[in-house]
């Protein structure tokens, strides 16, 4: 009929992609066992990005021990552990963009920063002989592999907390590329998978094995599963 109005099609909303978020994140990746690290992650909404990354960093040839005592292991020849303090700076670039509510979206991202190496000694209890006596100890790994400590056997993994005092720091610098595929839940929280790859540059070689050359620059994959709020 004259005078009536057709009522417009409804139209999709579309999400803005360039909102401000920020998220919290559990690391693996291939310097390291199934659980890696930990990041943070705050995002602007001109799509630059700060992000903070504390990962462990392992030989790819550690194994433990084959010999145990009383059930207890530990890593064959290792002399110290390398912790990685990141923080960077980056941009990221749509690559995929959001198109409703709970879509997809797929961004890529360069970053760039100082790395914090904090190189700490490995532990190990040992039980050795001394005047007749058997006693226990916990010492590096190096002195348990020196002699040090005579008729001395390694008897598993020393504590984590185990020599902090004597930690090193080195610094150095790094550079990662990667893609983050995220996904919009309820309330404008998200789910997110970042997959990647670092190269860090360290200023002096960083010893983790014993008999085995020193490095000074390490590459590493890795994936990220980050949880978070957009604004």
Known sequence: MMGQRKSAAPQK???NTSSSSWG???NTN?????????????????????NVDLTNTKDYREFDSP???????????KLNYLINFRPEYGRQWALLKQ?????????????TGPTIGIQKPYFVDIVYTEAGK????SVPMAKALDNTYTKSIISGEGSFFSGLSESKFIPGWHV?????FKFETLKQNYLAIETGFIVDFFSQPVEILNQTNPRSVYTTGYVTFFF???K
């Open 99 to 111: 198109a409703s509510e709970g879509g997809t979206s797929l961004n890529g991202r360069i970053a």
């Open 134 to 137: 058997s006693i226990s100890a």
């Open 13 to 15: 909303k579309e999400i």
């Open 30 to 50: 291939t310097n390291s066992g199934i659980l890696g690290g930990f990041s943070f992650i705050k995002s602007f909404k001109n799509r630059s990005f700060v």
């Open 24 to 26: 919290i994140g559990v």
């Open 176 to 180: 990662k590329t990667a893609l983050e």
């Open 228 to 230: 978070g709020k957009s």
């Open 67 to 77: 010999f145990s005592y009383n059930g207890r292991t530990y890593v064959e020849g």
